[in-house]
Nanobody
Framework: QVHLVESGGGLVQAGDSLRLSCAAS????????IAWFRQAPGKERELVTS????????DYANSVKGRFAISRDNAKNTVYLQMNSLKPEDTAVYYC????????????WGQGTQVTVSS
């Protein structure tokens, strides 16, 4: 079982930056790929970005490419999401999720953190 806790959300203006953190309880954190999802009111949950277990591979949704950056510090059991040039359409609850090497599904989820971008 992996317990994930997101933090760093808040209310910002368009063009501002935020950094979200996802802290994990699991001492074998480096064996899990991590992703950030988001869900806006009335919309389906969207995969924003993911990072491999070693951190060597990352993927981004087209909507955030060039603006968001995911990274991880396995020594701190933490994944970060740096969000720059925020837009009102980035407003959503952001969730981190973890997946082990043997799973094709995102198995563990955090409780989410709200990001609100005003125009």
């Amino acid at each position: 079982q992996v317990h994930l806790v997101e933090s760093g959300g808040g209310l910002v203006q368009a063009g501002d930056s935020l950094r979200l953190s996802c802290a994990a309880s699991e001492r074998t954190f480096e064996t899990y790929a991590i992703a950030w999802f988001r869900q806006a009111p009335g919309k389906e949950r969207e995969l924003v970005t993911s990072i491999s277990r070693s951190g060597s591979t990352t993927d981004y949704a087209n909507s955030v490419k060039g603006r968001f950056a995911i990274s991880r510090d396995n020594a701190k059991n933490t994944v970060y999401l740096q969000m720059n040039s925020l837009k009102p359409e980035d407003t959503a609850v952001y969730y981190c999720a973890a997946r082990s090497a043997v799973s094709s599904q995102w198995q563990y989820w955090g409780q989410g953190t709200q990001v609100t971008v005003s125009s």
